[in-house]
């Protein structure tokens, strides 16, 4: 037990130490991320609040409570599975070394992806609980299974995203060039998904006459667990209760075991195929910023979990097209949704995920213990940030003018629809890529063993990510209430930004650069 605390403990403060360190700096980083993380809290109140309000009017406000406990486990999951590489670990050797068993580091292991995930569910579920209490009437223990509830949810999520994640690694070590097999798998495993997200929906049959049921049925389909939460939380159901934790400890209980059995095996095969550090002696003294970005981008397309993470973003502004163009949006039932309405808010659409989009928020913290070679090249700071700003954006040019290239032969795009779309690519792809290359100088991090800690676990991949949804969100909240050169403001307001952010980085980000250290 004291090796599995302790373990826990390192990977945790692992995750989020810094290399600036100042009591004041770090004071600032934590009231910002406590600033992100109330403002996202605010927005889903809100939103829980006119959906509990809502099914209040039909009698039934737990249906709410059902709807977030389902699409906030089904959102854990596809997180996660893109997430959290269990065998991929840069301390492996070190672990390995010491006296601990397999299980001590996979149950540790899994307990740091419990803990972000943790995180996640609680700004979900509590604007929810909250939510409910002011608008419905609840039993005396509610408070205390609605803690119960938050504890034990993302538990079941986080067991099958690991086991999927994990089923995919060891598929892929079987093959020569692994990270490309697991890209397509996750590829694939994606696909599916929204398949069946689809699917669900055509499922949806409402009776007019027991919507309840009807809500119920969709709910219980689309995440099984949900009636057993229900019946805890709403009617007190102590079996049922009993039945959610006996399933999430049971899960736990299978997985470790599970994958300590593979994990010598799969993290000796990926050690001995992933060692390929870029070394920068090859880079020809014309050329360096040519081969940053190269580098960059190669650093990007050739790690299934940076590309799966950063990306995915653009990965669904290509998949979307491509589904309309066998589909037709006009002939789905149970979607309030036409081509029409579908072209009008298509700009908006390419703005959210663009915004999602952001490779820079990591790029600085990768360099790992390199860091010294980047800063002893005889290159300017300026083309530096310029490479890795520049790599971001080729990859979001190419990935949107590619969807909407298949945008316009899904739908009837109008010429004026394609100019507002080139727009906001230009703009908010610039935007984003400076955002989170500035959030990445002000929040990085050396000391990482594993490459996932940065991506997606860092305080700068978190606060961009953040930072991009909310802006997404307050954008497609005001885009019905703003005139009709919407898109134009947009279009200035993220060039106004961007050409700020490029001051900071030539007055100020060249001085915390060369205080970066590992």
Request: glycine share 2%; charged share 10%.
């Amino acid at each position: 037990m004291a090796n599995l605390i302790n373990l826990t403990k390192i990977n945790f403060g692992n995750q989020f130490r810094t290399s600036i360190d100042s009591s004041i700096l770090s004071l600032l980083k934590i009231l910002l991320f406590i600033s992100l993380y109330c403002i996202l809290g605010l927005f889903i109140y809100r939103f829980a609040n006119y959906m509990v309000t809502t099914f209040n009017k039909l009698g039934m406000p737990e249906l709410a409570l059902s709807e977030f406990f389902a699409f906030g486990s089904v959102f854990i999951l596809a997180l996660s599975i893109f997430r959290m590489d269990i065998f991929n670990s840069k301390d492996h050797d070190l672990l390995a070394s010491l006296p601990i068993s397999k299980k001590i580091i996979v149950a540790s292991k899994l307990i740091n992806v419990y803990i972000f995930n943790l995180l996640i569910i609680a700004i979900i579920m509590v604007p929810a609980y909250i939510a409910y209490i002011n608008v419905a009437s609840y039993s005396p223990n509610f408070l205390l299974l609605a803690l119960i509830s938050i504890l034990t949810i993302p538990i079941i999520p986080t067991i099958i995203a690991v086991f999927l994640n994990s089923i995919i690694t060891i598929i892929s070590t079987h093959f020569k060039y692994k990270k490309i097999i697991q890209t397509i798998l996750m590829l694939i495993l994606m696909v599916f998904s929204l398949y069946f997200a689809y699917e669900m929906n055509s499922n949806l049959e409402l009776n007019l006459f027991n919507i309840s049921e009807s809500f119920n049925n969709f709910f219980n389909s689309f995440y099984p667990l949900t009636k057993y939460f229900t019946s805890m939380i709403v009617d007190n159901n102590m079996h049922s209760m009993l039945i959610f934790i006996g399933i999430s400890i049971l899960s736990i209980i299978v997985l470790t075991i599970f994958l300590s059995i593979f994990y010598n095996k799969v993290t000796n095969k990926i050690a001995v195929r992933t060692h390929h550090n870029i070394n920068y002696k090859h880079i020809s003294n014309h050329s360096y910023f040519t081969n940053l970005v190269k580098k960059d981008i190669k650093r990007v397309l050739c790690s299934p979990n940076f590309l799966l993470n950063s990306c995915i973003g653009l990965i669904l502004l290509i998949l979307i097209p491509i589904i309309l163009f066998f589909v037709n949006i006009n002939d789905i039932e149970n979607i309030a949704l036409t081509e029409d309405t579908l072209i009008k808010y298509l700009p908006i659409i390419f703005a959210f995920f663009i915004l999602l989009s952001s490779t820079t928020s990591s790029l600085i913290s990768l360099e790992g213990k390199r860091i010294y070679i980047l800063k002893m090249l005889p290159i300017k700071f300026s083309k530096i940030w310029q490479s890795k700003v520049l790599s971001n954006y080729i990859i979001i040019l190419i990935a949107s003018f590619i969807s909407l290239v298949i945008f316009n032969f899904s739908l009837n795009l109008t010429l004026k629809t394609n100019i507002e779309i080139i727009m906001i690519i230009l703009s908010s792809g610039l935007f984003i890529s400076l955002y989170g290359l500035v959030i990445n100088l002000v929040f990085p991090n050396f000391s990482w063993k594993s490459e996932i800690k940065v991506i997606k676990q860092s305080a700068s991949s978190f606060i961009t990510v953040i930072t991009g949804l909310l802006i997404g969100l307050f954008i497609v909240y005001k885009c019905n209430t703003f005139p009709n050169n919407y898109i134009f403001l947009l279009f200035i307001s993220f060039i106004i930004v961007s050409f700020i952010l490029v001051l900071f980085l030539q007055i100020v980000g060249f001085k915390i650069f060369e205080k970066l250290n590992t």
